[in-house]
């Protein structure tokens, strides 16, 4: 299940995770202007389908390999996050902007404050990823005790849904639970490895069954995009919004099971017809982080392309050639030591 201390069932479900980003993101930029502006993607079914759940499995894979970091001090974690996550960030705006001084005329001052806007604000699954990281580092060295520990993330669980919504706020307040839930889960790779059949198949069968049944009631307002997250967000009164923001952390975590446990599938599956497309899906997983990256500045091109209306084999096809150059300009940045750190955060740990 591992090779070179990765595993390989992580990789694999970061790979269809990754796909599932850049397919969304290509529905949403590569079916024209005025599908964009107008907002149709957002009732779309495979649309919706995708962004139930997608950033969900990416949360709850990145809070089980947070679990590595877990006798490590606030500073520690701190700086690794740091050199891993915000400088990449730093770097990939930098570069976003001065592409964009070809067709703008900056003055230094409002280039400047460009830049620490799409700082604070891009990229922010990665911003999502260095704050639960900083949060659960904070309460593993200050409290020590589990039961105390369940407390405070009880309590902060109940802040979420009071606390402002601005600067992308409502975003890491929605990926919290997951990055939580899956640090706390590290026991179920061996649990779903080693778990008997009839028993596997009742747990997907359950599980497919309630995401379905969830699925039928995603809505507009299911959207963290459309809705936010604090109960003081928009028009729709509280206890509504409450019930929305459980809804969608419900359905969320289900869909994440549902596609773990299908992945685990088909990386238990050892025909040697799906061996090479397991490997490039594991390959396309270890680099989802560059991808991600890459794959959304390619959808700001993708956007000005004179296209018109919905058309799902574009969308996959656009979908399958922004990954392939995403993972060839990955390739040419991590030939270069000081490239590879800054853009894609990898750097040799002492």
């Given at each position: 299940m591992?090779?070179?201390n990765?595993?390989?069932?992580?990789?694999?479900i970061k790979?269809?995770?990754?796909?599932?980003?850049?397919f969304g993101?290509?529905?949403?930029?590569?079916s024209?202007?005025?599908?964009l502006l107008?907002?149709?993607?957002?009732l779309?079914?495979v649309f919706?389908?995708?962004y139930?759940f997608?950033m969900p499995?990416f949360?709850?894979?990145?809070?089980?390999l947070?679990?590595?970091?877990?006798?490590?001090?606030?500073?520690e974690?701190?700086?690794?996050?740091?050199?891993?996550?915000?400088?990449?960030i730093?770097?990939w705006?930098?570069i976003?902007?001065l592409?964009?001084l070809?067709i703008?005329d900056?003055?230094?001052?409002?280039?400047?404050?460009?830049y620490?806007?799409?700082?604070i604000?891009?990229?922010?699954?990665?911003?999502a990823v260095?704050y639960s990281?900083l949060?659960?580092?904070i309460?593993?060295?200050?409290?020590?005790?589990n039961?105390?520990?369940k407390?405070?993330?009880c309590i902060?669980?109940i802040?979420?849904?009071?606390?402002?919504?601005?600067l992308n706020?409502?975003?890491?307040k929605?990926?919290?639970?997951y990055?939580?839930?899956?640090?706390?889960?590290q026991?179920?790779?061996t649990f779903i490895?080693?778990?008997?059949?009839?028993?596997?198949?009742?747990?997907?069968?359950?599980s497919?069954?309630?995401f379905l049944?969830?699925?039928h009631y995603f809505?507009?307002d299911?959207?963290?995009?459309t809705?936010?997250y604090?109960i003081?967000?928009?028009?729709?009164d509280a206890i509504?919004?409450?019930?929305?923001?459980?809804?969608?952390?419900?359905?969320?975590?289900?869909?994440?099971v549902v596609?773990?446990?299908i992945i685990?599938l088909?990386?238990n599956?050892?025909?040697r017809?799906?061996?090479r497309?397991?490997k490039?899906?594991?390959?396309?997983g270890?680099?989802?982080?560059?991808?991600?990256?890459?794959s959304?500045?390619?959808m700001?091109?993708l956007?000005?392309l004179?296209?018109?209306?919905?058309?799902?084999?574009y969308?996959?096809?656009?979908s399958?050639?922004?990954?392939?150059?995403s993972?060839?300009i990955?390739q040419?940045?991590?030939?270069?030591?000081w490239?590879?750190?800054?853009?894609?955060?990898i750097?040799?740990?002492?």
């Amino acid at each position: 299940m591992k090779a070179n201390n990765r595993i390989d069932l992580l990789d694999l479900i970061k790979g269809f995770a990754i796909f599932l980003v850049v397919f969304g993101h290509s529905i949403q930029f590569g079916s024209g202007s005025d599908y964009l502006l107008n907002g149709s993607f957002f009732l779309n079914p495979v649309f919706s389908f995708i962004y139930s759940f997608h950033m969900p499995l990416f949360m709850l894979v990145s809070g089980f390999l947070f679990y590595k970091y877990r006798n490590e001090s606030i500073s520690e974690v701190f700086i690794s996050k740091s050199k891993s996550l915000l400088i990449p960030i730093l770097f990939w705006q930098l570069i976003y902007l001065l592409f964009t001084l070809i067709i703008n005329d900056y003055t230094p001052l409002l280039f400047l404050k460009k830049y620490i806007a799409s700082v604070i604000t891009g990229l922010w699954f990665l911003w999502a990823v260095f704050y639960s990281s900083l949060l659960i580092s904070i309460i593993n060295n200050v409290i020590k005790s589990n039961k105390n520990k369940k407390i405070a993330y009880c309590i902060i669980f109940i802040l979420t849904f009071i606390t402002p919504d601005s600067l992308n706020l409502s975003l890491y307040k929605y990926m919290l639970p997951y990055f939580i839930i899956g640090y706390y889960c590290q026991n179920t790779i061996t649990f779903i490895k080693n778990i008997n059949l009839l028993t596997y198949i009742l747990i997907t069968t359950i599980s497919t069954s309630t995401f379905l049944f969830l699925l039928h009631y995603f809505n507009y307002d299911s959207y963290i995009y459309t809705s936010g997250y604090s109960i003081f967000t928009g028009s729709i009164d509280a206890i509504k919004h409450i019930k929305i923001d459980i809804y969608r952390f419900i359905i969320g975590l289900f869909g994440s099971v549902v596609m773990i446990l299908i992945i685990n599938l088909i990386d238990n599956n050892k025909s040697r017809l799906l061996l090479r497309t397991k490997k490039a899906i594991k390959y396309i997983g270890v680099n989802s982080l560059g991808i991600y990256i890459i794959s959304g500045y390619a959808m700001s091109i993708l956007s000005y392309l004179n296209l018109n209306g919905l058309n799902y084999g574009y969308s996959l096809i656009a979908s399958l050639i922004i990954i392939i150059l995403s993972v060839v300009i990955i390739q040419v940045i991590k030939t270069n030591v000081w490239t590879k750190y800054l853009l894609l955060g990898i750097y040799k740990k002492k």
